[in-house]
């Protein structure tokens, strides 16, 4: 029975007919990640003995509670914690922690009977756009085992793509949802932020993080947005506003939908595979009977460089509770408390996190607070602005989601701003907190390109809806990698 | 432009509490250096009249009933530590 190429009705129709039980199915997925993820390394951790007795308590219940993602297999970024599944943000500071409860998302998804089946690979502590970042193993993009998945949640896009598990968690600081999503040529949606709680989520930069969907079409997607959406108390920064059906929003119909193109989406750095890809896509919209314009998003260049200095002070604060003194790596060198700090920390964090650790460390500093971190959240202001004057015309804004399509690995590991450029697209979105969506557009030779559909706040409703009318019109996201050809299906 | 040195590198290595050798404190320059500069694009705005942005939802404290709610069991919460000995954490001796 073949899986992998398979939406979540039709995995459940595979339940409900008893064609297949929902242990069955995880023990499939299981082996297809034996089988293809020596290649990808897509996982960190896998629970089959977790997910096995999960799946066989799921079984009885009757069909009439169960929702429409119920028993289907799933993978979680591992930066979400998970009660009793190793759970490391890549990091070897967090070396066999095992998290004493579940983040809010978790709980969510087993409520409505997801298994988890296994943690997902990405960039320590989510910073990074490769997955090179990781301590513990380089993440592949199933397209060309020699390019780099994009990261930060490499590993959750990489496991769709390859068809190991057809939903898992990422979280989207600065693009870690939408880019990697672009370059493996899946969906990834970043909610609003405060749609999702962030409880359990290991922080980066607390004010831009947004845990969201990676899947393989647009409809998967908006069902599992609805599994983890909503207010929680123990998360202060979850907005307590209406939750409303996103998958219901799927209607086809987008006649008189205004579509903003900002100019600067299509500036220079911005390859001109990525331009025509976009170019083509707003003409499928056209002929659904949707307008376009081009728009001015005046403040995008200073985005970059606002993203580092406020996601980096952020960090910076948020990753000082590593101390090795309650869970988490030990240095076996101190001879007093301050060496017992800087050793467990030296030791315990990559390079990129230090750099960011101090970037952020240098801003807030008596003398630069002002001059960086201030002045960042001002820029910030004009950068939130350009958005919300775009959107009193236009419905949605549309442009890539990256620049090029995946590089090769090792290709930009040794310069930090040409490894940061790869964001320019996507960062304006977290600094303004609205959603945008990455679906797959087209093709550079033969590496996946992405389309950028940005809406306005608490409105993914009209994201998901133009995402599911482009994906409808066209076949980009039945193609299937070549990692597939031959492996378990 | 800022010119980053080795010195305010190990300065701020120290305020981060990151133990840094020298070789690495030559080399994370540079790239701070280029990094701050680049950084220094936003100077070209003039944000004199701007507010600053730390959220982008209008955020309210959220406060409860002071009430005690049992928290989570000792032995749990003990389950990550590398060391601990009758229910206390155990660390190096650190004063000399």
Known sequence: ?489 | MAKMTKEEVIEVAHLARLAITDEEAVHFADQLEAITNAMELLNELDTENVEPTTHVLPMVNVLREDKSIPGLDRELVLKNVKEHEAGQIKVPTILD
Not at chain 1, 122 to 144: H, I, L, R, V
Not at chain 1, 224 to 230: E, H, V
Not at chain 1, 325 to 340: D, M, P, S
Not at chain 1, 430 to 458: E, H, M, R, T, W
């Open chain 1, 1 to 489: 029975m073949a899986l992998a190429d398979k939406t979540a009705a039709e995995l459940q129709k595979l339940i409900h007919t008893k064609e297949m039980t929902i242990s069955e199915m995880a023990e499939q997925a299981f082996e297809r990640i034996e089988e293809l993820d020596s290649k990808v390394d897509a996982f960190l951790a896998i629970d089959k003995e977790g997910a096995l007795k999960q799946a066989a308590q799921l079984e009885d219940t009757p069909l009439d509670e169960r929702g429409p993602l119920f028993g289907l297999p799933i993978g979680v970024k591992d930066n979400i914690v998970t009660e009793g599944i190793e759970t490391t943000a890549s990091s070897r500071i967090l070396e066999g922690f095992n998290p004493i409860y579940d983040a809010t998302v978790v709980e969510k998804l087993k409520k409505d009977g997801m298994v988890i089946v296994g943690k997902l690979n990405m960039d320590e502590f989510a910073m990074g756009s490769s997955n090179e970042n990781s301590y513990y193993k380089n993440t592949k993009n199933p397209w060309n085992l020699e390019t780099v998945p994009g990261g930060s949640s490499g590993g959750s896009a990489a496991a769709v793509a390859a068809g190991e598990v057809p939903f898992t968690l990422g979280s989207d600081t600065g693009g870690s949802i939408r880019q990697p999503a672009a370059f493996c040529g899946v969906v990834g949606m970043k909610p609003t932020y405060g749609r999702v709680s962030r409880f359990g989520l290991i922080a980066y930069a607390s004010s831009l993080d947004q845990i969201g969907p990676i899947t393989r079409t647009v409809k998967d997607n908006a069902l599992l947005l609805n599994t983890i959406a909503g207010h929680d108390e123990k998360d202060s920064t979850s907005a307590n506003v209406e939750v409303p059906d996103f998958a219901a929003a799927l209607t086809g119909d987008i006649q008189g939908l205004r579509i903003g193109v900002p100019k600067e989406y299509f500036a220079e750095g911005v390859g001109e595979a990525a331009k025509q890809a976009v170019r083509d896509a707003l003409k499928v919209l056209e002929e659904k009977g949707a307008t376009w314009e081009e728009i001015s998003l005046p403040h995008s260049k200073y985005a970059l460089s606002t993203y580092y200095l406020i996601a980096s002070s952020e960090a910076s604060s948020n990753l000082s509770r590593f101390d090795g003194i309650r869970y988490g790596y030990r240095t076996q060198k101190a001879g007093n408390l301050l060496e017992f700090y800087m050793n467990t920390r030296s030791e315990g964090f990559g390079d990129e996190v230090k750099r960011r650790i101090m970037l952020g460390t240098y801003a807030l500093s008596s003398g630069y607070y002002d001059a960086y971190y201030k002045k960042a959240q001002k820029v910030r202001t004009l950068i939130k602005q350009d958005f919300d004057k775009a959107f009193e015309q236009y419905d949605v804004i549309i442009g890539p989601t990256t620049p090029t399509p995946a590089f090769k690995i090792g290709e930009k590991i040794d310069d930090p701003l040409t490894m940061y450029a790869n964001d320019i697209l996507t960062i304006p979105v977290n600094l303004a907190g609205v959603p945008a969506i990455s679906v797959p557009c087209g093709f550079d030779n033969g590496l996946p390109l992405g389309l950028q559909i940005i809406g306005k706040y608490f409105d993914e409703e009209t994201v998901y809806r133009v995402a599911d009318v482009f994906e409808q019109a066209t076949d980009f996201h039945k193609k299937t990698p070549q990692v597939w050809e031959g492996a378990v299906q």
